[in-house]
């Protein structure tokens, strides 16, 4: 059997309150093979950003949470490791890049000091000469036009569209196995939206990276996406191959989501969105 | 021939910052018939939101003319040309009042403009809470209690309070998911007809503009390229600009991708 680079196995969430218990992830199962590109639509507050947060670690030590289920990283439980190891993977077998570039960057340090916090994290005695070498060949990739003047600046310098670049740059500079992208470049206008994805998919087949997308915008998945996932109120309501899903939704919901979104052709009305929602809750259909 | 409702002439707007100019809009002039829907489109920084702000009185223009219904608007805006101008943003969690209750929020351009008397307000309340969709029982409830959808109605509601007869729109859809944006387009259209409004649209989503505007403006740097009908800007715009940024938007069905290709094709052989 291949080994998977991740799956989730069964997976459930619940944030314990005072007085109430509020369940947002409902026994969801969903695998990424390596080299895939993989994307989980939904709604705000259908799940989407805490499976991300599930998968890099980030909630598991937190108290008044409930997981139940499996997560496997390149086969390894992370029911099992401790949070220690689990501090080690992020940055270096796994990165995230996120919605708004500029907000994610630390504002205090230039690029090149961000880029030696993230290389030092694989490599902890790397010198600042072999940072500027390694961020300075990776900038080119990314096509940015002048790396030196880039590292030397401050993220407020430098537009969004090139944040933008400089996140993903940083992002794949551990060469990580799994990049996850929370609505990259939505915050951004169309142009740079389209250029971000267009880099993110040169790059990762460059490096051989599996890619976890998380967005809102069916556009965007189509475009970038080999595999999808629906989700609704922390349920997988649908899965199978973008092109199958595309062509033919089978879920309510899954439906209602491509109906509702506005085209560019004449002739192509908004359609009355349903506003009877409980179809939503029908079982999950595979392609 | 009729007056156009809005007609702005040879606007420009420049910012002066530390000794730097910054030319945020040039020359920029259209006119906007009564019941119609203008999108102005272009990326951020393309001067689209300054153009709102000046037809909005919220920024004097550097030059240029802003004309409604015939007459010049004056730089200080009285009380009346307030109330025919109206603005619906981006977010609405920012732009209402988080302390206020919705009734309270939704009764103050009533009282501010004098529409009705004080004891017909909550009536009115009921009426501008019904004419989005919301229940009534919404009057007195807070804003963080409500949905961005439901937010956003309320927005809409409190520019329709004062019975204007032109509101600017600025983005007010892209915080939105795709079922709620839908929902809040199909609101707008319905009140459009309903109470003849004229929607000046800004916007960079062009998937939006396509079924909203009547005419599209394409702004870059502040300037003006392109001021054409929807459809010919869909199907044979006159600018490069214009096509490269209907090929960047991401689409979802075939008809879209060939409509798409056809574009870029035509980018190409231009250069």
């Known amino acids: 059997m291949k080994n998977l680079t991740l799956e989730i196995i069964r997976l459930s969430l619940t944030f314990e309150g005072l007085m109430e218990t509020n369940q947002v992830l409902h026994e969801i199962s969903l695998n990424i093979a390596p080299k895939e590109k993989v994307a989980l639509v939904g709604e705000s507050g259908s799940g989407k950003s805490v499976t991300a947060r599930l998968i890099l670690g980030l909630l598991q030590s937190r108290a008044k949470t409930k997981i139940q289920g499996a997560i496997r990283f390149e086969g390894q439980e992370f029911g099992w490791i401790t949070e220690k190891e689990r501090d080690q993977l992020r940055g270096t077998r796994m990165s995230m890049i996120f919605q708004d570039p500029v907000s994610a960057l630390n504002p205090v340090y230039n690029i090149e000091t961000q880029f030696h916090e993230v290389l030092r994290r694989k490599y902890p005695l790397i010198t600042r000469r072999q940072v500027r070498k390694e961020a300075i060949k990776i900038l080119e990739d990314v096509h940015i036009v002048h790396p030196e003047r880039v590292l030397k600046s401050f993220p407020f310098q430098l537009s969004g569209g090139m944040n933008q670049r400089v996140m993903i740059a940083m992002g794949l500079i551990n060469k990580p196995t799994l990049l996850i992208a929370d609505e990259p470049g939505t915050a951004l206008d169309v142009t740079v939206q389209d250029q971000t994805l267009h880099l993110m998919q040169e790059m990762v087949a460059k490096r051989e990276t599996s890619v976890f997308l998380i967005s809102h915008n069916l556009g965007v998945v189509r475009e970038f996406s080999d595999r999808l996932y629906v989700i609704y109120q922390g349920r997988i309501v649908e899965e199978g191959k973008t092109e199958d899903v595309f062509a033919d939704p089978r879920h309510p919901y899954t439906k209602a989501l491509l109906a509702a979104v506005p085209g560019i052709t004449s002739g192509n009305t908004i359609a009355d969105v349903i506003n009877d929602t409980s179809a939503f809750r029908a079982p999950k259909e595979v392609h | ?271």
Do not use: W
């Open chain 2, 1 to 271: 021939m009729t007056t156009p409702l809005l007609e702005v002439k040879n606007l420009a707007k420049v910012f002066k910052q530390d000794g730097f100019e910054i030319n945020a809009v040039r020359d920029f002039s259209v006119s906007v018939k009564k019941g119609d829907c203008l999108a102005i489109v272009g990326e951020s920084g393309s001067g689209k939101s300054t153009i709102a702000n000046m037809i909005l009185g919220v920024h004097p223009p550097t030059s240029g003319e802003i004309h409604f219904k015939g007459k010049p608007l004056s730089p200080r805006r009285r009380k009346n040309e307030r109330r025919v101008l109206q603005l619906v943003q981006q977010n609405p969690y920012s732009s209402i009042n988080p302390s206020r209750r919705i009734g309270a929020t939704l009764k103050l351009p009533l009282k501010v403009h004098g529409i009705g008397s004080s004891q017909d307000r909550p009536g009115r309340v009921e009426e501008l809470l019904a004419e989005v969709g919301l229940p009534a029982s919404y009057a007195r409830r807070a804003p963080s209690t409500l949905s961005g959808g439901q937010c956003q109605r309320v927005a809409i509601a409190r520019a329709l309070a004062s019975q204007p007869e032109l509101i600017v729109l600025d983005e007010p859809t892209s915080a939105l998911d795709v079922l709620v944006q839908a929902r809040v387009l199909i609101l707008l259209q319905e009140l459009q007809s309903k109470r003849d409004l004229t929607y000046i649209f800004i916007t960079h989503d062009l998937a939006v503009v396509r079924n909203m505007a009547d005419r599209v403006a394409v702004m870059r740097d502040g300037q003006l390229l392109e001021l054409n009908p929807t459809g010919k800007i869909f199907e044979n715009p006159d600018h490069n600009y214009t096509r490269s940024l209907i090929s960047a938007s991401p689409v979802i069905t075939k008809k879209e991708i060939k409509l798409r290709e056809k574009l870029k094709a035509g980018l190409v052989r231009e250069r």
